[in-house]
């Protein structure tokens, strides 16, 4: 058993302990609630501290940085998520190094996915990005075009389906933060109606995890509260 870092164990307990409260206030099993811990601009050392207390799941936005991570850490038995906005030219590394992608928000890129996830390989996990808040500089599909985009990317024979994904607009009011999650939940129910099998609500971070789980979420992407404070943002 490797050395635990004291530090990483005690941030993971704090978050399992917020997740396993919300989960029950909702209702709802802490265990339908997946931790995807958010590495991005912490290294692998970080990384490793937190799988040794037992965490597989990470996120990373950055490309290059996350190949480096996974480089170093192949030892290990992780299941490594793209969460950052995604360029033509990096789906290919992206379709050959993730098990899933939260950030699709056009065809073009789905198509290109589909089409360079390896043979070898399960098909690659997708959620769809929404932009559930409405604001114009940000990404995600407007919800109006979900149903034609979720179609689309359901037929490509690469990728699997599994749900939707948001980053609504920070607010620290809790009711704001829930009704946005709120409608994440209905664009997901509507979807399910119209046949597509979904199971996964990627919604809530370290500010509104809470809010989402009250609202369906299925995984959290948790960066700060397992990490500190992200000193530069690349
Ligand atoms: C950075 C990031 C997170 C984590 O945010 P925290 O507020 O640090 O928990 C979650 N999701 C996405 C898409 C991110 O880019």
């Given at each position: 058993?490797?050395?635990?870092?004291?530090?990483?164990?005690?941030?993971?307990?704090?978050?399992?302990?917020?997740?396993?409260?919300?989960?029950?206030?909702?209702?709802?099993?802490?265990?339908?609630?997946?931790?995807?811990?958010?590495?991005?601009?912490?290294?692998?050392?970080?990384?490793?501290?937190l799988?040794?207390c037992?965490?597989?799941?990470?996120?990373?936005?950055?490309?290059?940085?996350?190949?480096?991570?996974?480089?170093?850490?192949?030892?290990?038995?992780?299941?490594?998520?793209f969460i950052?906005?995604?360029?033509?030219?990096?789906?290919?590394?992206?379709?050959?190094?993730?098990?899933?992608?939260?950030?699709?928000?056009?065809?073009?890129?789905?198509?290109r996915?589909?089409?360079?996830?390896?043979?070898g390989?399960?098909?690659?996990q997708?959620?769809?990005?929404?932009?559930?808040?409405?604001?114009?500089?940000?990404?995600?599909?407007?919800?109006?075009?979900?149903?034609?985009?979720?179609?689309?990317?359901?037929?490509?024979?690469?990728?699997?389906?599994?749900?939707?994904?948001?980053?609504?607009?920070?607010?620290?009011?809790?009711?704001?933060?829930?009704?946005?999650?709120?409608?994440?939940?209905?664009?997901?129910?509507?979807?399910?109606?119209?046949?597509?099998?979904?199971?996964?609500?990627?919604?809530?971070?370290?500010?509104?995890?809470?809010?989402?789980?009250?609202e369906?979420?299925?995984?959290?992407?948790?960066?700060?509260?397992?990490?500190?404070?992200?000193?530069?943002?690349?």
């Amino acid at each position: 058993m490797p050395s635990r870092d004291s530090t990483a164990e005690a941030r993971l307990r704090v978050v399992r302990a917020r997740i396993a409260r919300a989960a029950i206030a909702a209702g709802r099993d802490p265990a339908g609630v997946c931790l995807l811990a958010v590495s991005k601009t912490f290294g692998a050392a970080a990384v490793r501290d937190l799988a040794a207390c037992g965490q597989h799941e990470f996120g990373e936005n950055y490309l290059r940085e996350a190949l480096d991570k996974q480089a170093a850490l192949r030892d290990l038995p992780l299941m490594w998520h793209f969460i950052g906005p995604i360029q033509s030219n990096k789906t290919r590394a992206i379709a050959e190094h993730f098990s899933w992608v939260h950030g699709v928000d056009r065809v073009k890129i789905a198509e290109r996915l589909s089409a360079q996830r390896p043979a070898g390989l399960p098909p690659l996990q997708v959620c769809i990005e929404v932009n559930v808040s409405g604001e114009a500089s940000k990404g995600g599909v407007a919800a109006a075009e979900l149903p034609a985009l979720a179609a689309a990317v359901a037929a490509l024979p690469g990728l699997r389906l599994r749900g939707l994904m948001a980053i609504p607009a920070p607010t620290s009011d809790g009711e704001a933060q829930r009704a946005a999650f709120r409608k994440m939940r209905e664009l997901f129910d509507d979807l399910r109606a119209r046949g597509h099998a979904l199971d996964t609500l990627s919604m809530g971070m370290s500010g509104d995890l809470e809010a989402a789980i009250l609202e369906g979420a299925t995984i959290v992407r948790i960066g700060t509260a397992l990490f500190g404070e992200r000193t530069y943002l690349g």
